[in-house]
């Protein structure tokens, strides 16, 4: 009997003990069993041929199926797994045949197994070198990406720090100059007025980059209170409709289910967000345009519906305005300006809202046909709040609780 011949007569022997002892290895865990007779398959071809490289299919797609605990480790997993088939070799070779044979078949396969640990190593480390490039790349990726959100943050925050900086620099220059020759008092109350907008600019611009860390940094504390939605709006149509009036557009703001009803919500914050969605709006809009707001009243939500008639924003931009320092087209030919024309900011104001808007347990969005500024597809958000009779803070809630009976009472009798 050749040593072909009386490895096939250890097969199933083999099969049944090496599976057994292998049942809780890391890479042959699933279809152990399948591979083993794989394996043996393919030993009985390097017995027959004298060639191991019959092997290297099976040992590289063990290699292949590492896990990333593996790769991670250093430690190689197949080392011990092609142990444990020789010494169940051995084992099997010594019970099942005599001893001759048993010696004559080990002898055969020994050089079969040096070459499976050799080719084990190889492969494994192919494979750990793969999956080390491959964090390396990420990890390169993520550097770029925060080397560009740098260099962009740089870049705007220079551009829009540099515009009131100048103006406050042209206005005191002025002034300078401006001054009563006798008491040496400066005359110009326009001149002050400049360098007052410039610094209130300014601020503001601070304030938001503020806003931003205290969000990203999960930081946004909320002073809940009673809101009225409706009261927000007619705040904001006082202080945005001179604006809008200038610019020629129209600028309507509309009764609709559940905007006066009594809601808690911190009232400066979304005050903030309806401010940044309406002035945008008004400049995301040619003169002539129009903006209005609207909406609907969902089981314990609110839907706030800003609507405009402007240049519109695509499909694949909509995510991306809500991520701070995203402003969409050539930045350099956008003007600073609060409602001017495409007066973009430092693309701030959306990222802000949504931050309020998620804090309040809410979600703001946008839908807009895409962007073209001939034909002026317009833009709609949705501001959806929940519906709030009691502030989430349950101590909030007790205190208050002799003012919110009155106040809805208040509200039925309307
Ligand atoms: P910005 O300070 O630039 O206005 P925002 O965060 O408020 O920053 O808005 C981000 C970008 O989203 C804007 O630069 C603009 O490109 C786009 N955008 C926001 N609102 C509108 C709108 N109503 N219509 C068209 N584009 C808009």
């Known amino acids: 009997m050749d040593e072909t011949e009386l490895l096939r007569t250890i097969r199933s022997t083999w099969i049944h003990r090496t599976t057994l002892s292998l049942a809780k290895g890391a890479v042959l865990r699933e279809d152990i069993r399948a591979q083993l007779e794989r394996f043996f398959d393919l030993l009985e071809q390097v017995v027959d041929s004298g060639d191991p490289a019959w092997l290297d299919s099976i040992l590289s797609s063990w290699a292949s199926s590492m896990t990333q605990t593996d790769l991670e480790s250093g430690e190689s997993s197949m080392t011990p797994i092609i142990k444990e088939i020789m010494t169940q070799t051995n084992a099997v070779c010594r019970t099942t045949l005599d001893s001759e044979k048993a010696l004559d078949l080990i002898s055969v396969l020994v050089p079969a197994f040096a070459y499976s640990f050799e080719k084990a190593t190889y492969y494994e480390m192919q494979a750990r070198v793969a999956y080390i490039s491959n964090q390396l790349e990420q990890a390169q990726a993520t550097l770029e990406r925060l080397d560009r959100s740098k260099s962009d943050f740089i870049a705007v925050a220079a551009h829009e720090l540099k515009t009131p900086l100048t103006l406050i620099e042209g206005y005191t220059a002025m002034l300078r100059e401006a001054r009563d020759p006798k008491t040496g008092v400066p ?34 504390k909320l002073n809940f209170q009673p809101v009225w939605i409706n009261r927000i709006l007619s705040v904001l149509k006082n202080e945005l409709e001179p604006a809008s009036r200038e610019r020629g557009q129209t600028f309507e703001i509309h009764d609709f289910p559940g905007c006066g ?19 945008n709006a008004i400049k995301y809009t040619p003169d002539g345009g129009g903006v209005s707001v609207d909406g609907r009243k969902l089981s314990g939500f ?11 924003i ?101």
């Open 261 to 279: 009803e009594m809601t808690f919500g911190d009232p400066e914050r979304l005050m903030q967000v309806f401010r940044n969605v309406l002035s």
């Open 187 to 220: 005359q110009d109350l326009e001149l002050l007025n400049g360098i007052n907008s410039g610094t209130r600019r300014l601020k503001t611009i601070i304030d938001d980059m503020i806003d931003v860390s205290l969000i990203d940094n999960n930081l946004l």
């Open 314 to 414: 695509n499909p694949e931009d909509q995510g991306m305005i809500f991520e701070k320092f995203t402003r969409l087209g050539n930045i350099s030919l956008h003007s600073s300006g609060k409602t001017k024309f495409k007066g973009g900011g430092p693309g701030l104001g959306l990222h802000i809202a949504k931050g309020i808007i998620e804090s309040h347990g809410g979600a703001i969005w946008v839908d807009s046909a895409g962007y073209d500024e001939e034909s002026l597809p317009g833009s709609t958000f949705h501001i959806m709040l929940p519906l709030r009779s009691a502030p989430p803070d349950s101590r909030m809630a007790r205190l208050l609780s002799p003012l919110l009976s009155t106040a809805s009472s208040e509200d039925n009798i309307q």
């Open 302 to 312: 609110i839907d706030v519906i800003v609507r405009d008639t402007g240049i519109g």
